[in-house]
């Protein structure tokens, strides 16, 4: 079963006995509500020569607000999906008192990197720039994707204290990220995948690029959630498969010994046994992940 489906059955289902344990306290939350949650589709975002940028966004129906925002960012390979694949889950979410969006950008056929990060940064400020009308905390966001989209989810995350600094050409998020999580997202992409993957991974990057070492190189630097983990990093959560044949396991591995090295606040689930996608694995395991995952969001954004 793939994780986006591991995730929508149980956010349908399972997340509905733990609502209790998520929403105890915090009054800047909603109380869970079973009531169909408003929602908006298609919202128009921005408009590209060969793309039209939507966002699909959910909200609890009663309530003044403002709720904090969790943002679901498509799987993919940066080639393929798009935002329709999230539309369960922030039903799921905002039935949990969440505002929620599934957003989309430009795939590897329609712009390079980092337009993928920089499409995801114009949808999370066009929801924050519009706080107000969408009933948005700006101070309480998280970021959760899946595959690409966790690569997307972390860089945007761990990339913010250092776009100055290093000169780097990905916008700024408007409001303050408090939590990402990453289901199977790859950190590293100066490390070598195999074969077909590798074809992927440099579909990202410009084929003018490729043919210089250097560029290269800093290209995959860049693109590298894991070369921008420090201290200021906001908490972030992976979850990975022991066994993942598309991205693997070592990439979380990795990127959790910098962020230890370098003092972040991270921490991963590893599903024994599982493949990309929420493959195989123990059900139990994933349950047990899926509980931890929405507890750290619950936890990141009412601190």
Known sequence: MPWSARLSAFSLVGILSIAS?????????????????FLKYDIVIAKHSNRTLKLDFARPRKGQGPFPLVVCIHGGGWSSGNRKQMRTQILSLAKMGYAAASIEYRLTK??????????????????LDNAEKFKINPNKIALLGGSAGGH?????????????????????????ICAAASLAGPTNLTRRFSPFIQGIVDSLFSEADRTVPAIIEQDRINASPISFADAQDPPMLLMHGTKDEIVPFDQATDFMTVCRAKKVNADLI???????????????DWEDGFTKLFKFLREKLST
């Open 152 to 176: 997307i989810a972390l860089m945007l995350s761990d990339v913010q204290n250092d776009i100055d600094s290093r000169s780097l050409p990905i916008t700024h998020i408007h409001g303050h």
């Open 21 to 37: 344990l998520m929403w105890a306290s915090p009054k800047s939350f909603a109380a869970f509500e079973p009531e169909q949650p």
């Open 110 to 127: 329609e712009a390079k990197f980092p337009a993928q990060i920089n499409d995801s940064a114009q949808s999370i400020n066009y929801l």
């Open 270 to 284: 590893a599903i024994e046994g599982a493949g990309h996608g929420g493959g195989d694995g123990r059900k139990k």
